[in-house]
T-cell receptor, first 116, second 119 residues
């Protein structure tokens, strides 16, 4: 079974700074997808960014980008020019390509606080 | 555009009581899921249904039962609630990998969650 580890329970940065959230995972699969989800206090689960394991290019979405290191099984999220609205729980998640109906495997989350 | 609708949003139960959490989606997705979220933990899969008429256990199925009533609805039942089942419960739906919606902005659509407290 796959596991997802987020080693930073909480992080705090000043507005406009850049912050990087860490995620490592363990799987024997070669084809899979990785995601970062944001959960604000409203409890909504909002997809921030995704990465297909077969793609070497790191995904980017506006201020959000990832550093995907397949050999190291590492998938970190970088938030540039952080904003107060980025304050939330962030979850790294994994799904293997062969078991798309099996649901996502989540890490325990990182609570990100953006200070004014 | 409702997406995934969960009812109720909040519930307080006594130990030993039973209840059913309801979930409905209007996106014609084949797969549906129930997750629980505990403090300091990510979401953990309780049960899933790959398609209408099928259900399978996830990571933490003990103490729960599910019913895939039709393609739209997937309910979660607690037969005899225990304090350890105090949690926030999320329902989600998706197409499997290879389905069109999986490659959309939201591969899994989540409901707003049900906060369940068991005393």
């Amino acid at each position: 079974a796959q596991t997802v580890t987020q080693s930073q329970p909480e992080m705090s940065v000043q507005e406009a700074e850049t912050v990087t959230l860490s995620c490592t995972y363990d799987t024997s699969e070669s084809n899979y997808y990785l995601f970062w989800y944001k959960q604000p206090p409203s409890r909504q689960m909002i997809l921030v960014i995704r990465q297909e394991a077969y793609k070497q290019q790191n995904a980017t979405e506006n201020r959000f980008s990832v550093n995907f290191q397949k050999a190291a099984k590492s998938f970190s999220l970088k938030i540039s020019d952080s904003q107060l609205g980025d304050t939330a729980m962030y979850f790294c998640a994994f799904i293997e390509s062969g078991g798309g109906a099996d649901g996502l495997t989540f890490g325990k989350g990182t609570h990100l606080i953006i200070q004014p | 555009n409702a997406g995934v609708t969960q009812t109720p949003k909040f519930q307080v139960l006594k130990t030993g009581q039973s209840m059913t959490l309801q979930c409905a989606q209007d996106m014609n997705h084949n797969s549906m899921y129930w997750y629980r979220q505990d403090p300091g933990m990510g979401l953990r899969l309780i049960y899933y249904s790959a398609s209408e008429g099928t259900t399978d256990k996830g990571e933490v199925p003990n103490g729960y039962n599910v019913s895939r009533l039709n393609k739209r609805e997937f309910s979660l039942r607690l037969e005899s609630a225990a304090p350890s089942q105090t949690s926030v419960y999320f329902c989600a739906s998706s197409d499997p990998l290879g389905g069109a919606s999986f490659y959309s902005n939201q591969p899994q659509h989540f409901g707003d969650g049900t906060r369940l407290s068991i005393l």
